[in-house]
Antibody, heavy 120, light 107 residues
Framework: EVQLLESGGGLVQPGGSLRLSCAASGFTFSSYAMSWVRQSPGGGLEWVATARGGGSNTYHADSVKGRFSISRDNSKNTLSLEMNSLRPEDTAIYYC?????????????WGRGTLVTVSS | EIVMTQSPATLSVSPGEGATLSCRASQSVSGNLAWYQQKPGQAPRLLVYGASTRATGIPARFGGSGSGTEFTLTITSLQSEDFALYYCQQYNSWPLTFGGGTKVEIK
């Protein structure tokens, strides 16, 4: 059974930093693209970043480019999101999501999410 | 960036009736479209990918169709568990983008 467990969320001041992690199990982690998708309170879904299975190819939304960085450690089955220069508009639940099929970029499994609140 | 527009924003349906949800892309995404269902307090669940292929375990009452810029999710004979939010997502090009969602509520 696929399991994705996010951690690292919390309250941070504007301009601050946070590192999210996603511990994956139940599948061959290195074979699948992994992504972060966020959802602001009462809002819709917004794709944040994706790392291909091999990890060398990463993609980021323009809204976070230069501030956030996705990475993965295939030896530890872990996905990470380093978030810097946080803004109030980054406040959201951050979901870790696994590609349904290999490196395809639609999401077949999701974690429960971790809440990030950016506020002074 | 490809903008995904869903309509209507809210759909009121009686249990047992059918529902048709629309998703329009600002430019062609070919058949690279997925649909998700989200219930309050839960993560989204993949329903359909490739515009028309149901994900594993998804009931046959959920059907996707369309290509290019116009897509439809059809739910026949709504069950109580189908009242939820539905999102479309294109994965044809970066950045990946979602529609704003359609809420299917009980009439």
């Amino acid at each position: 059974e696929v399991q994705l467990l996010e951690s690292g969320g919390g309250l941070v001041q504007p301009g601050g930093s946070l590192r999210l992690s996603c511990a994956a199990s139940g599948f061959t982690f290195s074979s699948y693209a992994m992504s972060w998708v966020r959802q602001s309170p009462g809002g819709g879904l917004e794709w944040v970043a994706t790392a291909r299975g091999g990890g060398s190819n990463t993609y980021h939304a323009d809204s976070v480019k230069g501030r956030f960085s996705i990475s993965r450690d295939n030896s530890k089955n872990t996905l990470s999101l380093e978030m810097n220069s946080l803004r109030p508009e980054d406040t959201a639940i951050y979901y870790c999501a696994k590609a349904y099929i290999r490196d395809y970029t639609y999401f077949g499994s999701w974690g429960r999410g971790t809440l990030v609140t950016v506020s002074s | 960036e490809i903008v995904m527009t869903q309509s209507p924003a809210t759909l009121s349906v009686s249990p047992g009736e059918g529902a048709t949800l629309s998703c329009r892309a600002s430019q062609s995404v070919s058949g690279n479209l997925a649909w998700y269902q989200q219930k309050p307090g839960q993560a989204p669940r993949l329903l359909v990918y490739g515009a028309s292929t149901r994900a594993t375990g998804i009931p046959a009452r959920f059907g996707g169709s369309g290509s290019g810029t116009e897509f439809t999710l059809t739910i026949t004979s709504l069950q109580s568990e189908d009242f939820a939010l539905y999102y479309c997502q294109q994965y044809n090009s970066w950045p990946l983008t979602f529609g704003g969602g359609t809420k299917v509520e009980i009439k």
